[in-house]
């Protein structure tokens, strides 16, 4: 810490203010907390009691004097919670302003411009770090679930075994189809419609039962698919002409 307010005091700081502040914080600090740096107001007019603002690699302090100097209130910000950090440089110094996640903004005003540069700079260089480390604690945790899901035993579903059932083979395709019983059906002879007069002369000797009996035959055939409606016409005005 004594190397770090070394360099602190070369750029225009006030001794007896950081000494001050140093002290404060010899009991404010936590283990393996560092001082960055600190910069204190500095007004046009005399400045009896100044505030100031302290960086270390954990937290800002605002560091502001109560009770006439007798006092000083400190209000800390760890970088977790700081989202930005701005400078804006004016011609009687520069603005330092931080704000926070929870959309809380502190200002600390006439500040050294070179002071104020420093306090950008440390506070970049942290808002940065701690951007990586949670970069790469966010892809450390997606490694370990990735390797767990890995690494996870996938239940092995039981083999459900397919009984085969024989088939049976079929050969006489009569066993499928039904088939319309033709067995008290009497083949025609082959006969045409014509006006032969050996036809003439069989069709003349039936009676006529006999006829009637043959057209139902000629009916039976029609109405099974296996004569055409012509043909059917022509052996009933064939056997009609007889009756």
């Not at 605002?62 to 006092?71: A, E, F, M, Y």
């Not at 260089?125 to 945790?141: A, G, H, P, R, T």
């Not at 039981?158 to 088939?179: L, R």
């Not at 003439?200 to 057209?215: A, G, I, N, P, T």
Request: net charge negative; hydrophobic share 35%; with cysteine.
């Amino acid at each position: 810490m004594i190397e770090n307010l070394k360099k602190i005091l070369n750029e225009d700081q006030d001794p007896k203010a950081i000494e001050k502040i140093s002290a404060k914080l010899d009991n404010l600090l936590m283990s393996n907390e560092e001082v960055g740096y600190i910069a204190v107001q500095k007004k046009p007019a005399v400045t009896i009691f100044p505030d100031s603002i302290v960086v270390t690699n954990k937290r800002i302090l605002l560091c502001k004097p109560k009770n006439l100097g007798l006092s000083m209130e400190f209000i800390d910000y760890d970088w977790d919670d700081i989202s930005a950090s701005f400078v804006k440089e004016g011609i009687l110094g520069a603005e330092f302003t931080f704000t926070t996640k929870s959309d809380l903004t502190h200002t600390v005003d006439y500040l050294p411009k070179t002071q104020a540069r420093k306090l950008y700079t440390f506070a970049k260089e942290q808002l940065d770090l701690m951007k990586n480390n949670n970069v790469n604690s966010f892809i450390s945790q997606e490694k370990i679930v990735t390797d767990e899901i890995l690494n996870e035993e996938i239940p092995v579903q039981p083999t459900i075994e397919i009984e085969e059932i024989e088939t049976e083979e079929v050969t006489n395709f009569a066993e499928i189809v039904p088939v319309a019983n033709f067995s008290n059906y009497e083949e025609p002879k082959t006969e045409t419609p014509s006006s032969n007069t050996s036809s003439e002369r069989k069709l003349s000797e039936l009676s006529q039962d006999e006829l009637f009996e043959k057209l139902q035959n000629y009916k039976k055939l029609l109405d099974n698919g296996l004569i055409l409606q012509g043909e059917y016409d022509a052996f009933k005005k064939e056997i009609l002409s007889y009756m």
